[in-house]
């Protein structure tokens, strides 16, 4: 079974900072941690859900134009982690933001967790 945990979310003023963590547990059935592309995305009520960063399992990197200079995806292979560190938030990325762990069919989400940047 596919257990997928996002944590780091909350209230942030803007122009700081969020640290996004997100931990993959995999069954041995469906391959290593280390062979799966991971993403975080962001979503408005209402709206579909958008790229935010991605890692591929070979480390390229994409970013949305919003997020790039301000945000940072990074995994640890060793601890089934993906990271997306924000910094200089705006009121703009408030937003639900979702882990995505996918190899090819094998396409995984989180739940989601909520990312609030207010004064």
């Known amino acids: 079974q596919v257990h997928i945990v996002e944590s780091g979310g909350g209230l942030v003023q803007p122009g700081g900072s969020l640290r996004l963590s997100c931990t993959a547990s995999?069954?041995?059935?469906?391959?290593?941690?280390?062979?799966?592309?991971l993403a975080w995305y962001r979503q408005l009520p209402g709206e579909q859900r958008n790229l935010v960063a991605r890692?591929?399992?070979?480390?390229?990197?994409t970013y949305a134009d919003f997020a790039k200079g301000r945000f940072i995806i990074s995994r640890d292979n060793a601890k089934n982690e993906v990271v997306l560190q924000m910094n200089s938030l705006k009121p703009e990325d408030t937003a639900d933001y979702f882990c995505?762990?996918?190899?090819?069919?094998?396409?995984?989400w989180g739940k989601g967790i909520q990312v609030t940047v207010s004064s």
């Open positions: 995505n762990v996918e190899r090819g069919s094998a396409d995984f």
């Open positions: 995999l069954p041995i059935s469906l391959g290593y941690f280390e062979g799966y592309h």
């Open positions: 890692i591929t399992a070979g480390a390229r990197l």
